[in-house]
């Protein structure tokens, strides 16, 4: 059985009610849930969450909320991989057996079902713990700078000044849409970022964290682009 789940606690502060509010006229979420579907990998498409009004959006667009998310873990400081064991113990201690389980984040407007397929390809394929969303960095990391206590420049590497961007390796950051992981890995709490991880490499222009109220406008500004080059 293959089961997502979709974190969803209702305490957000930076953006207030970030879950369902809307973006690009659906709720956020909506979008997280609609490429769940749209993918076929799943048995079970389950939204973990604390809050009502989370839940009565995640059932109106076709997810499953059969528990309500309990409080110790739906604080500031919880992370993700307690959030999604919780949800398989519930599965396993109501007769379901998951074996490959994929956490979507709630805010992932960019997320496509190809991905989610391709995803489960190559945890199966390779035999990994789990796999995931990344993206390169748009600049060498090697010569990001810093600004010190006296608000002057310094560089993080300064042995790398006068290398060439080109002759660096390249550097990827997490997507912030997707993990795939068996359920043994999640319910271990084995590190995600961790060689027993594959990635599944997305482009830049697919990928933007939503964090700020600049980021919210800038995601839907690229939607919005990627919508009408379709």
Not at 182 to 193: E, K, M, N, P, S
Request: hydrophobic share 40%.
């Amino acid at each position: 059985m293959n089961i997502a789940i979709i974190p969803a606690r209702g305490g957000s502060k930076r953006i207030p009610r970030k879950n369902v509010k809307l973006f690009c006229g659906r709720p956020m979420i909506a979008w997280s849930i609609d490429a769940a579907r749209e993918s076929g990998c799943f048995d079970r498409i389950i939204v973990s969450t604390d809050d009502a009004e989370i839940a009565d959006v995640a059932r109106s667009y076709g997810a499953e909320v059969p528990f309500m998310r309990p409080p110790e873990l739906s604080d500031d400081h919880t992370g993700t991989i307690p959030v999604i064991a919780h949800a398989i113990n519930w599965q396993q201690q109501h007769g379901a057996t998951p074996v490959a389980v994929c956490c979507i984040y709630a805010t992932a407007p960019f997320v496509r079902p190809s991905d989610l397929c391709k995803g489960l390809d190559v945890l199966q394929q390779t035999g990994c713990d789990y796999t995931f969303s990344v993206t390169s960095y748009a600049f060498p990391i090697q010569r990001a700078i810093r600004i010190n206590t006296e608000g002057r420049v310094e560089m993080f590497n300064p042995e790398h000044f006068n290398t060439r961007s080109q002759d660096l390796e390249e550097a990827y950051h997490d997507a912030g849409q997707f993990y795939w992981g068996v359920a043994r890995a999640w319910l271990d709490g084995r590190t995600i970022f961790s060689p027993r991880a594959a990635p599944v490499i997305l482009p830049r222009y697919r990928v933007q964290d939503i964090d700020t109220p600049e980021d919210w406008e800038r995601a839907e500004w690229m939607l919005k682009a990627l919508q009408q080059s379709v």
